[in-house]
């Protein structure tokens, strides 16, 4: 299942505009904004209703063409998508571990794919 998606966009604030306008309607909020220095600097921020699934980020701030993240049933299943990916030719973009800028339970990683998507593979819950 997806947990979330992130799309790269060339005018921040115009793109965070739109978006706040567009999904009003449908009870889609920003619900949080990444801190600069857990984003390389640039603008990053999530939308949701109780939590963020859907992403935009400052042009290539996702460190890749496109991010996408599937949910992963427990941190094993993370640890050993990260070790698949990485056999099957793709590149480490984040060993798996904790996010503790996300929240206390995000543990994820990150590939990139052979065409340069950064596919992640996450599990919110506390522990196996």
Known sequence: MIDHIT???LDF?????FYDSA???LGV????DVPLEHSGGVKVT??????????????????GMMHIALQAESRAA????HTAALAAGGTDNGPPGLRLHYHAD???AFVLDPDGHNIEAV???PTD
């Open 13 to 17: 604030d115009r793109s965070t505009a």
């Open 29 to 32: 909020r920003r619900v949080f």
């Open 23 to 25: 999904f009003a309607p």
């Open 78 to 81: 993370v640890d050993a998508f």
């Open 46 to 63: 999530g939308y949701g209703d109780d939590r963020p699934w859907f992403w935009l980020a400052e042009e290539r701030a996702t460190t």
């Open 123 to 125: 599990c919110h819950t």
């Open 106 to 108: 995000y543990y994820g």
């Open 7 to 9: 799309f790269g966009v």
